[in-house]
Protein backbone atom coordinates (compact mmCIF):
# COMPACT_ATOMS: atom_id res chain seq x y z
CA UNK A 1 0.00 0.00 0.00
CA UNK A 2 1.02 3.96 -0.69
CA UNK A 3 2.17 5.23 2.92
CA UNK A 4 1.62 9.07 2.70
CA UNK A 5 3.75 11.11 5.16
CA UNK A 6 2.52 15.17 5.87
CA UNK A 7 5.27 17.31 6.80
CA UNK A 8 5.58 19.04 9.12
CA UNK A 9 2.65 18.04 11.87
CA UNK A 10 1.88 21.67 12.81
CA UNK A 11 2.13 24.56 11.29
CA UNK A 12 1.39 27.86 13.34
CA UNK A 13 1.32 30.72 11.37
CA UNK A 14 -0.92 34.33 11.53
CA UNK A 15 -3.86 35.42 9.32
CA UNK A 16 -2.44 36.92 6.05
CA UNK A 17 0.48 34.38 6.32
CA UNK A 18 1.63 31.83 3.33
CA UNK A 19 1.33 27.94 4.21
CA UNK A 20 3.18 25.48 2.45
CA UNK A 21 2.04 21.65 3.27
CA UNK A 22 3.56 18.28 2.27
CA UNK A 23 2.89 15.27 1.48
CA UNK A 24 5.32 12.59 0.04
CA UNK A 25 4.44 9.37 -1.22
CA UNK A 26 5.96 6.06 -0.56
CA UNK A 27 5.42 5.32 -4.68
CA UNK A 28 4.56 7.18 -7.23
CA UNK A 29 1.15 8.31 -7.20
CA UNK A 30 -0.82 7.07 -10.64
CA UNK A 31 -2.25 9.43 -12.44
CA UNK A 32 -1.28 12.57 -9.86
CA UNK A 33 -4.67 10.80 -8.59
CA UNK A 34 -3.84 12.72 -5.62
CA UNK A 35 -6.63 15.10 -3.47
CA UNK A 36 -6.42 17.30 -0.59
CA UNK A 37 -9.22 18.02 2.27
CA UNK A 38 -10.07 20.43 4.83
CA UNK A 39 -11.49 18.80 8.22
CA UNK A 40 -12.49 20.98 11.26
CA UNK A 41 -13.52 19.96 14.85
CA UNK A 42 -16.76 17.83 14.71
CA UNK A 43 -17.28 18.16 11.22
CA UNK A 44 -16.46 15.89 7.93
CA UNK A 45 -13.55 16.21 5.62
CA UNK A 46 -13.87 18.55 2.53
CA UNK A 47 -12.67 18.13 -0.74
CA UNK A 48 -10.12 21.02 -1.84
CA UNK A 49 -8.30 19.50 -4.60
CA UNK A 50 -8.29 17.26 -6.69
CA UNK A 51 -5.80 15.45 -9.58
CA UNK A 52 -3.35 17.15 -7.75
CA UNK A 53 -3.85 20.43 -8.34
CA UNK A 54 -7.40 21.01 -9.51
CA UNK A 55 -9.89 23.28 -7.17
CA UNK A 56 -13.28 21.66 -6.60
CA UNK A 57 -16.21 23.15 -6.85
CA UNK A 58 -16.76 26.52 -4.66
CA UNK A 59 -13.03 26.21 -3.43
CA UNK A 60 -11.39 30.20 -3.67
CA UNK A 61 -8.12 30.23 -5.36
CA UNK A 62 -5.75 30.96 -2.28
CA UNK A 63 -5.96 27.28 -2.19
CA UNK A 64 -3.30 25.78 -5.04
CA UNK A 65 -2.04 22.36 -5.34
CA UNK A 66 0.78 21.01 -7.30
CA UNK A 67 3.03 18.31 -7.44
CA UNK A 68 3.35 14.43 -8.98
CA UNK A 69 5.07 11.74 -8.55
CA UNK A 70 5.72 11.09 -5.06
CA UNK A 71 6.05 14.56 -3.89
CA UNK A 72 2.78 17.31 -3.44
CA UNK A 73 2.29 20.79 -1.94
CA UNK A 74 -0.70 22.47 -1.24
CA UNK A 75 -0.40 26.32 -0.46
CA UNK A 76 -3.04 28.55 0.99
CA UNK A 77 -1.54 32.05 -0.47
CA UNK A 78 -3.23 33.84 2.32
CA UNK A 79 -4.63 32.41 5.41
CA UNK A 80 -8.32 33.54 6.35
CA UNK A 81 -9.41 32.77 10.01
CA UNK A 82 -11.25 29.94 8.31
CA UNK A 83 -8.35 28.02 7.44
CA UNK A 84 -7.45 27.24 10.32
CA UNK A 85 -7.98 23.19 10.12
CA UNK A 86 -6.56 20.06 9.79
CA UNK A 87 -5.12 19.42 6.39
CA UNK A 88 -5.41 15.78 5.01
CA UNK A 89 -3.70 14.24 1.40
CA UNK A 90 -5.25 11.15 -0.09
CA UNK A 91 -3.97 9.43 -2.50
CA UNK A 92 -6.81 7.00 -5.46
CA UNK A 93 -5.24 5.70 -7.66
CA UNK A 94 -4.10 2.31 -5.81
CA UNK A 95 -5.87 0.41 -3.68
CA UNK A 96 -6.01 0.67 -1.10
CA UNK A 97 -6.97 3.99 -0.92
CA UNK A 98 -4.77 5.97 1.53
CA UNK A 99 -4.52 9.14 3.67
CA UNK A 100 -2.07 11.18 4.91
CA UNK A 101 -1.51 11.64 8.77
CA UNK A 102 -2.31 15.22 8.71
CA UNK A 103 -1.04 19.09 8.71
CA UNK A 104 -2.88 21.04 11.65
CA UNK A 105 -2.87 24.77 10.80
CA UNK A 106 -2.85 26.31 13.80
CA UNK A 107 -3.07 30.14 14.42
CA UNK A 108 -0.23 31.60 15.82
CA UNK B 1 -28.62 19.89 -3.08
CA UNK B 2 -26.61 16.83 -3.21
CA UNK B 3 -26.57 15.48 0.77
CA UNK B 4 -26.11 12.99 2.50
CA UNK B 5 -27.29 11.34 5.36
CA UNK B 6 -26.39 8.75 8.27
CA UNK B 7 -27.95 6.98 10.59
CA UNK B 8 -27.08 8.03 14.31
CA UNK B 9 -24.45 6.77 17.22
CA UNK B 10 -24.46 3.27 18.18
CA UNK B 11 -22.75 1.90 21.36
CA UNK B 12 -21.58 -1.96 20.88
CA UNK B 13 -20.16 -4.46 23.27
CA UNK B 14 -16.75 -6.34 21.58
CA UNK B 15 -17.92 -9.34 19.19
CA UNK B 16 -21.43 -7.56 18.21
CA UNK B 17 -22.20 -5.89 14.73
CA UNK B 18 -22.82 -2.48 13.66
CA UNK B 19 -24.96 -1.37 10.53
CA UNK B 20 -24.58 2.36 9.66
CA UNK B 21 -26.93 3.60 6.37
CA UNK B 22 -25.74 6.74 4.35
CA UNK B 23 -29.39 7.97 2.39
CA UNK B 24 -28.48 9.91 -0.82
CA UNK B 25 -30.79 12.74 -1.83
CA UNK B 26 -30.47 15.71 -4.65
CA UNK B 27 -29.05 13.51 -6.86
CA UNK B 28 -29.23 10.31 -9.09
CA UNK B 29 -28.31 7.60 -6.54
CA UNK B 30 -27.48 4.53 -8.79
CA UNK B 31 -25.05 6.28 -11.02
CA UNK B 32 -22.55 6.98 -8.63
CA UNK B 33 -19.99 4.57 -6.30
CA UNK B 34 -20.19 5.19 -2.46
CA UNK B 35 -17.35 4.75 -0.43
CA UNK B 36 -17.08 4.34 3.35
CA UNK B 37 -14.13 5.86 5.54
CA UNK B 38 -13.27 5.76 9.22
CA UNK B 39 -11.63 7.73 11.78
CA UNK B 40 -10.72 6.56 14.77
CA UNK B 41 -10.24 8.87 17.90
CA UNK B 42 -6.77 11.13 17.00
CA UNK B 43 -6.17 8.70 13.91
CA UNK B 44 -5.63 9.25 10.07
CA UNK B 45 -8.47 8.80 7.63
CA UNK B 46 -9.36 5.40 7.08
CA UNK B 47 -10.47 3.69 3.81
CA UNK B 48 -12.99 0.66 4.91
CA UNK B 49 -14.63 0.04 0.89
CA UNK B 50 -17.00 1.02 -2.02
CA UNK B 51 -20.28 0.16 -3.79
CA UNK B 52 -21.31 0.43 -6.78
CA UNK B 53 -24.77 2.08 -5.63
CA UNK B 54 -25.71 1.08 -9.93
CA UNK B 55 -24.64 -2.14 -10.16
CA UNK B 56 -24.24 -3.44 -6.65
CA UNK B 57 -20.38 -4.56 -7.05
CA UNK B 58 -18.02 -3.79 -3.93
CA UNK B 59 -14.08 -3.84 -2.95
CA UNK B 60 -13.41 -3.87 0.67
CA UNK B 61 -10.18 -2.62 1.83
CA UNK B 62 -8.26 -5.95 2.87
CA UNK B 63 -7.97 -4.74 6.20
CA UNK B 64 -11.30 -5.67 6.47
CA UNK B 65 -12.43 -8.04 4.00
CA UNK B 66 -13.56 -10.98 6.66
CA UNK B 67 -15.72 -8.29 8.51
CA UNK B 68 -17.30 -5.50 6.59
CA UNK B 69 -20.41 -5.82 4.13
CA UNK B 70 -21.30 -2.83 1.99
CA UNK B 71 -24.86 -3.22 0.43
CA UNK B 72 -27.74 -0.96 -1.12
CA UNK B 73 -31.31 -0.64 -1.42
CA UNK B 74 -32.10 1.75 -4.87
CA UNK B 75 -35.66 2.17 -3.77
CA UNK B 76 -34.22 4.41 -0.66
CA UNK B 77 -31.16 5.89 -2.10
CA UNK B 78 -29.73 4.22 0.86
CA UNK B 79 -25.99 2.54 1.07
CA UNK B 80 -25.44 0.53 4.57
CA UNK B 81 -22.39 -0.69 5.73
CA UNK B 82 -21.84 -3.43 8.55
CA UNK B 83 -19.15 -4.58 10.57
CA UNK B 84 -19.33 -7.53 12.28
CA UNK B 85 -16.86 -8.98 15.26
CA UNK B 86 -16.40 -5.74 16.37
CA UNK B 87 -13.54 -4.92 19.00
CA UNK B 88 -12.47 -1.36 20.48
CA UNK B 89 -10.14 -0.41 18.55
CA UNK B 90 -13.33 -0.09 15.62
CA UNK B 91 -14.43 2.73 17.80
CA UNK B 92 -14.51 5.47 15.26
CA UNK B 93 -16.51 7.99 13.28
CA UNK B 94 -17.25 6.40 10.18
CA UNK B 95 -18.26 8.24 6.95
CA UNK B 96 -20.06 7.98 3.56
CA UNK B 97 -18.40 9.73 0.61
CA UNK B 98 -19.69 9.86 -2.47
CA UNK B 99 -17.33 9.33 -5.31
CA UNK B 100 -17.33 11.28 -8.43
CA UNK B 101 -15.02 10.16 -11.68
CA UNK B 102 -13.64 13.72 -11.97
CA UNK B 103 -13.15 14.92 -8.69
CA UNK B 104 -13.39 12.15 -5.89
CA UNK B 105 -15.03 12.20 -2.95
CA UNK B 106 -16.89 15.42 -3.24
CA UNK B 107 -19.74 14.79 -1.04
CA UNK B 108 -19.46 13.29 2.45
CA UNK B 109 -21.85 12.19 5.06
CA UNK B 110 -21.68 13.78 8.69
CA UNK B 111 -20.51 11.03 10.22
CA UNK B 112 -21.57 8.06 12.69
CA UNK B 113 -20.10 7.89 15.81
CA UNK B 114 -19.08 3.84 16.69
CA UNK B 115 -18.38 2.90 20.16
CA UNK B 116 -17.20 -0.18 21.14
CA UNK B 117 -17.27 -1.01 24.86
CA UNK B 118 -17.52 -3.79 26.94
Known amino acids: EIVLTQSPGTLSLSPGERATLSCRAS???????LAWYQQKPGQAPRLLIYAASSRATGIPDRFSGSGSGTDFTLTISRLEPEDFAVYYC?????????FGGGTKVEMK | QVQLVQSGAEVKKPGASVKVSCKASGYSFTTYIMHWVRQAPGQRLEWVGWINAGSGNTKYSQKFQDRVTITRDTSASTAYMELSSLRSEDTAVYYCARYHSNSNFDYWGQGTLVTVSS
Open chain 1, 90 to 98: QQYGDSPLT
Open chain 1, 27 to 33: QSVSSSY
